[in-house]
């Protein structure tokens, strides 16, 4: 089944600590991209990736790394998560400009 | 820079009846791609339909469609025959086709309820 995953989908962390998301798809999208939803504001795009190594800043990228070594797989690093990073994340793939495939999304709480 | 505006913030409509959700966008750029997603309180996004800014024919997926005018730069989405399971909150956005950065922009949603 062709998909994206994210995990966790819930997480509640406290300020400061380092945490990961991941995300894989396995429909050999060459474009990934992560976004984040906050009421209100709709989705806003935080990092994307065109290819293997190639990884670009979106809207918000403020305090988010990203790294794409394999085409799978696309991690989002909060190295220091702060309440204000508190959100809702999505994952999506896509081949470029094509349709996105949306991940499950995961619910982060910084507290 | 590419706009999405959706205003109407939330609709409500009778089961069974169809409805139509507002989608103005600005954009200079000649090649585009509009979609719609729909988000339920599950939260997941779920791709609905897509039109692309040279297709002539408006896009049809089932018992959605999208009324493409370019001129005036609206892409609507119209559900016909309502079902309870669409109320959702739905998300207009647009992509550039060709040509530079691929981040697509989204409008801030319109909240969905279907009476029954």
């Known amino acids: 089944e062709a998909q994206v995953t994210q995990n966790p989908r819930y997480l509640i962390t406290v300020t400061g600590k380092k945490l990961t998301v991941t995300c894989s798809q396995n429909?050999?999208?060459?474009?990934m991209s992560w976004y984040r939803q906050d009421p209100g504001l709709g989705l806003r795009q935080i990092y994307y990736?065109?290819?293997?190594?190639?990884?670009d800043k979106g809207d918000v990228p403020e305090g988010y790394k990203v790294s794409r070594k394999e085409k799978r797989n696309f991690p989002l690093i909060l190295e220091s998560p702060s309440p204000n990073q508190t959100s809702l994340y999505f994952c999506?793939?896509?081949?470029?400009?094509?349709?996105?495939?949306f991940g499950p999304g995961t619910r982060l709480t910084v507290l | 820079a590419q706009k999405i505006t959706q205003t109407q913030p939330g609709m409500f409509v009778q089961e069974k009846e169809a409805v139509t959700l507002d989608c103005t966008y600005d954009?200079?750029?000649?090649?585009?791609?509009l979609f719609w997603y729909k988000q339920p309180s599950s939260g997941e996004m779920i791709f609905l339909i897509y039109q692309g800014s040279y297709d002539e024919q408006n896009a049809t997926e089932g018992r959605y469609s999208l009324n493409f005018q370019k001129a005036r730069k609206s892409a609507n989405l119209v559900i016909s025959a309502s079902q309870l399971g669409d109320s959702a909150m739905y998300f207009c956005a647009m992509r550039r086709i060709s040509g530079g950065s691929y981040i697509p922009t989204f409008g801030r949603g319109t909240s969905l309820i279907v009476h029954p």
């Open positions: 999506a793939s896509s081949f470029p400009p094509d349709t996105q495939y």
């Open positions: 429909m050999n999208h060459e474009y």
């Open positions: 954009t200079s750029d000649q090649s585009y791609g």
């Open positions: 990736s065109m290819n293997v190594e190639v990884t």
